[in-house]
């Protein structure tokens, strides 16, 4: 069974940075796409950062410039480093690892962008 694990989250001042870490249970090439989620209360999950097996990525809008995915093969794990951040980047942030017919998801780990 496929096992997403994310650390990094955590209270942050407007402006400030954290990186994201999710660490696979297996290797992150067995993956078509894997990437970041978030969910904002009272607000549907919602993409921010992927990246392809071949490495391409894809950012959100309200994001780009100021995120960035990166990803450790040999760790098995994929990064989100968040700079700049905003109060409206707080949410819940998922791991997320998809194949053809299926999606798997961490547990999710908590950004709370406050001063």
């Known amino acids: 069974q496929v096992q997403l694990v994310e650390s990094g989250g955590g209270l942050v001042q407007p402006g400030g940075s954290l990186r994201l870490s999710c660490a696979a249970s297996?290797?992150?090439?067995?993956?078509?796409?894997m990437g970041w989620y978030r969910q904002a209360p009272g607000k549907e999950r919602e993409l921010v950062a992927v990246m392809s097996s071949g490495g391409t990525t894809n950012y959100a809008e309200s994001v780009k410039g100021r995120f960035t995915i990166s990803r450790d093969n040999a760790k098995k794990t994929v990064f989100l480093q968040m700079n700049s951040l905003k109060a409206e980047d707080t949410a819940v942030y998922y791991c997320?690892?998809?194949?053809?017919?299926?999606?798997?998801w961490g547990q999710g780990t908590q950004v709370t962008v406050s001063s």
């Open positions: 997320n690892a998809a194949r053809v017919s299926r999606h798997y």
């Open positions: 297996e290797s992150i090439f067995s993956f078509n796409v």
